[in-house]
């Protein structure tokens, strides 16, 4: 039967597919697809596992004292039965066959569809087997847990298989869980999906910006689409309205196909752009710049026309490492790898910016070294952890400065709040430069940026420009600390506004305030990819925007149709309003 779960849009156009359920299971199940000539020996490893843990219960029964209470024998009775259940092992390896789903995955999914069908027994004794059920396959769990199944293993292997040439095209995927951290999310940037759905999440909590990154449908927020969409349905994304239609009938279907159609008519045609310059009807020169993940990123923001890299998140290179962490030569390679594809053009390279909704993982410094903070977003975070950390701050440091010597590079720090952060930070940048002298490393200059994403730095701009080369706004987090609105917090997205009149006061605060010091200011958060707060952002005198390379072609459409000077001229008007979007959309038409 056909219904509708309903979320939050956080990556537009349509994606139709089947559904692929990421179950979130006690133990940490790794999701990768193995690759064909794989399949047999996965199937296998299926039966070993189930067959290691069905001796340990038979020895554990062997070794049961005569007094032993009955019901704890007739347990492990159940529990035996429930390994050697065709439903279980036998049906787990048909996922693996037919979608080429790891093991534990397999087993995982199964016990999706096995839980469901306990859920809706009548008879209460059989219902509660589901606990003993979830038990054994935990320990199969156990049991598979192998080196091929570290992280490194299983995001190569969702590369593998995204590049099958026999992949059916008609065999597209939609993942549906109820969370995927932004590592993982990663992860399944390379793989086959095609949208994604998730019960939790906000607007520019680091999933749905990943999603955005990858251009690819998707809707957080939507509550219960983990446990009401099933495995294998029918799912369509409406990465624009925020809804999930599942099982949907023909006649939708095909509406959605069309509209499928039209946004790909409509890429191509924006992709024309690519070598226009994007300059405004009056003349004024803009710099639409790229927000990255990964070095391969750097690609897509040459393809779209980016004319640098604004935004370098490297936290990424850290995460999913089984505690890991890259050295200072790992990460001057990555960093490189940005420099050489961007072309002589600059890179913005951020320091790590961990914690809050992106912590390393499980394995990494943060379980190492600190204690679970209550409060996350307002805690050892960005700049704060890694002056807390200042070997691994000059390691990355030193590996960013080697980089520079392959292009122009520029150092941005996350989470400025005081000029006292600035002064530490630059003091390391001193040391980390002294080192590479005395170990004889070439380096070359880097220029020096803050990012302004806290209201006491905004506030206090004066104080901060003067020990740097420029500034970028991080928006999401400008907006989370201005509102007191955790970003990542589903029930509370409501009151996440970007158009919130104090949050653009502050934004003309800054931009004004560079302008009197001399200092360029970019904007590099989610606001700077959406073309409707383009042009209230040209009339307050931006003139540097860094967004995921997907969105150049949007915003770039709406600079080159503006007229910046008669922008200006409303701005005072539309900072006084109480609702500055309707107002803004009102004013700014075909300005
Ligand atoms: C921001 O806060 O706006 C920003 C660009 O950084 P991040 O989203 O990575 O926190
Ligand atoms: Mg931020």
Not at 43 to 61: G, W
Request: charged share 25%.
């Amino acid at each position: 039967m056909s219904f509708q779960v309903f979320g939050i849009p956080v990556s537009r156009g349509v994606a139709i597919g089947r559904a692929v359920l990421v179950a979130s299971s006690r133990i940490d199940v790794p999701h990768f697809f193995v690759d064909p000539s794989a399949v047999g020996s996965e199937c296998e490893r299926l039966v070993v596992a189930r067959d290691r843990v069905a001796s340990d219960i038979a020895l554990l029964q062997t070794e049961l004292p005569p007094d032993a209470p009955a019901e704890l024998a007739a347990l492990l009775d159940v529990h035996l039965m429930l390994l050697h259940d065709e439903h279980l092992v036998a049906a787990a390896q048909n996922w693996v066959v037919e979608r080429r789903y790891n093991a534990s995955w397999a087993l995982a999914a199964q016990l999706e569809v096995l839980a469901r069908q306990f859920d809706e027994m009548e008879d209460a004794y059989l219902r509660e087997r589901k606990g003993d059920l979830e038990q054994v396959v935990e320990r199969v769990m156990q049991a598979l847990h192998s080196p091929d199944e570290s992280p490194e293993a299983r995001w190569s292997q969702v590369a593998s298989r995204s590049s099958d040439p026999n992949k059916d095209a008609a065999e597209e995927l939609i993942l549906v869980a109820s969370d995927i951290s932004p590592a993982d999310m990663l992860g399944f940037r390379r793989s086959i999906f095609t949208g994604f759905v998730t019960d939790v999440g906000g607007r520019t909590s680091h999933t749905a910006i990943v999603a955005r990154s990858m251009d690819i449908p998707a809707v957080v927020a939507a509550r219960d689409a983990s446990r009401t969409i099933r495995q294998d349905d029918w799912v369509i994304v409406d990465g624009d309205a925020g809804i999930a239609i599942v099982d949907p009938p023909q006649i939708v279907l095909e509406e959605y196909r069309f509209r499928r159609r039209q946004g790909e008519l409509e890429r191509e045609r924006l992709a024309r752009l690519r070598h226009t310059p994007a300059i405004t009807l009056d003349g004024q020169s803009v710099a639409l710049l790229a927000n990255i993940e990964q070095p391969q990123d750097a690609a897509a923001a040459i393809e779209v026309g980016a004319v640098g890299v604004g935004l370098y998140r490297t936290e990424f290179l850290f995460m999913n490492r089984g505690g890991q962490l890259p050295g200072e030569d790992e990460q001057y390679e990555a960093y490189r790898k940005v420099v050489e594809a961007m072309q002589g053009l600059p890179v913005t390279i951020r320091t790590i910016d961990i914690g809050a909704d992106k912590p390393l993982d499980r394995m990494g410094l943060n379980e190492l070294r600190h204690e679970h903070s209550l409060n996350p977003a307002l805690g050892l975070r960005a700049i704060r952890w890694s002056l807390a950390e200042p070997v691994m701050f000059r390691q990355q440091l030193r590996a960013i400065l080697r980089a520079s010597v392959h292009g122009p590079v520029r150092i941005l720090l996350p989470m400025i709040a005081q000029a006292s952060e600035l002064r530490a930070a630059q003091e390391q940048l001193a040391r980390a430069r002294a080192q590479l002298l005395d170990a004889g490393r070439a380096f070359g200059h880097v220029q020096v940026g803050a990012m302004v994403e806290v209201p006491a730095a905004a506030l206090s701009l004066h104080l901060l420009l003067p020990l740097v080369d420029f500034v970028s706004v991080g928006t999401n987090d400008l907006i989370q600390y201005t509102l007191a609105i955790d970003r990542a917090d589903e029930t509370v997205s409501h009151l996440y506004d970007p158009w919130n009149p104090a949050v653009l006061g502050l934004l003309q605060t800054i931009i004004e305030a560079g302008a009197r010091a001399g200092r360029e200011v970019s904007v590099c958060g989610e606001m700077a990819g959406d073309p409707q707060m383009t042009p209230l952002l040209l009339a307050m005198g931006l003139r540097s925007f860094s967004m995921h390379p997907a969105r150049i072609p949007l915003v770039k459409q709406v600079v080159l149709r503006s007229d910046a000077r008669r922008l200006q001229t409303e701005v005072g008007r539309v900072l006084q309003q109480e609702d500055p979007q309707a107002f803004s959309k009102k004013v700014f038409e075909g300005a």
